[in-house]
Each structure stands twice: as structure tokens, then as C-alpha cells.
């Protein structure tokens, strides 16, 4: 499937084929700083159906425990994050599906790091909520 993304301010716009079955939360303690937020919702786009359309982001490099090294890539103006990838040529990009205008359609598949998932992010649905802001 085809997908179009962008960052919040614009600057930064993509476009990549990504399988919709492979759309994955990720409830890792990394995704939880970096997003600010309970977890993050990422698809694994093939290299070489990722492309730049315009922008460039900036590149914060995250070193594993392992010593494993992760490029994280975010728009340096506005700060939305695009994707993260091998910081060598890289043969995938996780892309940040929030940034994706198709992301309606995206539900996702299933997900990882659950053992640090945060017990409250589960089922929000009885939660009172309201249609816009309050
Ligand atoms: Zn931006
Ligand atoms: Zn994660």
C-alpha cells in the first residue's frame, strides 16, 4: 500500500509502500520517552520504497545497551518523529504512522515490548471523552 507522510509543520514530506499487516505497537520504554506519550505506532517500509519528498530531517542517534546503534529520525523544526532506521545503509525504515495521511486505515497487527506497557494504556474506551477539547 502506498502512503504519503508528513510532519506537522510540512517541511518534511515522504511517500513509502508498506504491507498494512505489519503496523505494530510499540510499548518500549524508549518509545514511550521519545514520543512523549504511552507507545508508538510504526510500519516497516522497504528502503527502497522510501522516499524523500522534501525537507530533511534531523538524525538523533540512539546507542542500545548492546552498543547497537539506531538512527531517529525527526523533523528539526517542528519536532514530529518521520521514522527510525539502521544509521548505515539501512534495508528498512520504521516510519511513524501518526505522520501518515492513510493512517485511518492502519490499525495495528499486534505489539511488542508489552511487558513495559503502561497498565492504564490499554482500553481507553471507558474513559469519559469528549468530541474536541475541553
Ligand atoms: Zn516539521
Ligand atoms: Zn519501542
Known amino acids: 500500500m502506498k502512503v504519503e507522510g508528513q510532519c506537522h509543520c510540512g517541511?518534511?514530506?515522504f511517500e513509502a509502500e508498506?504491507?498494512?499487516g505489519a503496523v505494530r505497537i510499540c510499548h518500549c520504554t524508549d518509545c514511550q520517552t521519545m514520543s512523549g506519550s504511552a507507545y508508538r505506532v510504526t510500519v516497516a517500509a522497504p528502503a527502497a520504497t522510501f522516499v524523500m519528498r522534501s525537507g530533511q530531517p534531523k538524525i538523533y542517534i540512539k546507542i542500545a545497551e548492546s552498543g547497537n546503534q539506531r538512527a531517529h529520525a525527526f523533523c528539526?523544526?517542528?519536532?514530529?518523529?518521520?521514522?527510525?532506521?539502521?544509521?548505515q545503509d539501512p534495508q528498512?525504515?520504521?516510519?511513524?504512522?501518526g505522520t501518515l495521511k492513510q493512517r485511518r486505515e492502519l490499525p495495528p497487527q499486534n505489539q511488542i515490548w508489552y511487558r513495559s506497557a503502561l497498565p492504564w494504556a490499554a482500553d481507553l474506551r471507558q474513559l469519559p471523552h469528549a468530541e474536541r477539547q475541553t
Open 11 to 13: 517541511q518534511v514530506t
Open 18 to 20: 508498506i504491507d498494512p
Open 76 to 87: 528539526g523544526n517542528c519536532g514530529a518523529q518521520i521514522y527510525s532506521a539502521a544509521p
Open 92 to 97: 528498512v525504515y520504521a516510519v511513524r504512522v
